[in-house]
């Protein structure tokens, strides 16, 4: 495992669902080839029922209608088990609302800002839960 002052590239299989397809920050810590991404809620929903991912990414951009119907969707196909989601808030955005967020300590918070670091040290400390 990756010394705290040395995180490298995660390379595990993630779903991103984030309707901003020019924001990159929050996910240049992952590789191209590990990564879906998808723009929509409906792709979303058709993603999780047809794939498997190791670790999941939404963005609080969506309305909170839109989030419910997402966070609606993660509950249908992940009855059984934890799993790993972070959720990304686009700061240049003037609201954003994040639902849900009351899970056991078991969902992290990044802002588009998060260095580099800060955001491996995360998705590293959410995937070894």
Known sequence: MPSP????QILTQTLIVEPNDKL???YSFLTDLSQKRVRTVKQAAEALSQEKFDLYIISASFSPEKQL???DAFKQNF????????????L???TSTVLGTHWSNKV?????SASRQLTLLTVESLLSA
């Open 24 to 26: 990159e920050s929050p």
């Open 5 to 8: 002052s040395q995180p490298t």
């Open 79 to 90: 009855k059984e088990r934890v799993i790993p989601l972070l959720v990304v808030v686009d």
């Open 92 to 94: 240049s955005r003037p």
């Open 69 to 71: 119907l997402l966070l």
């Open 108 to 112: 992290a918070l990044l802002a588009s």
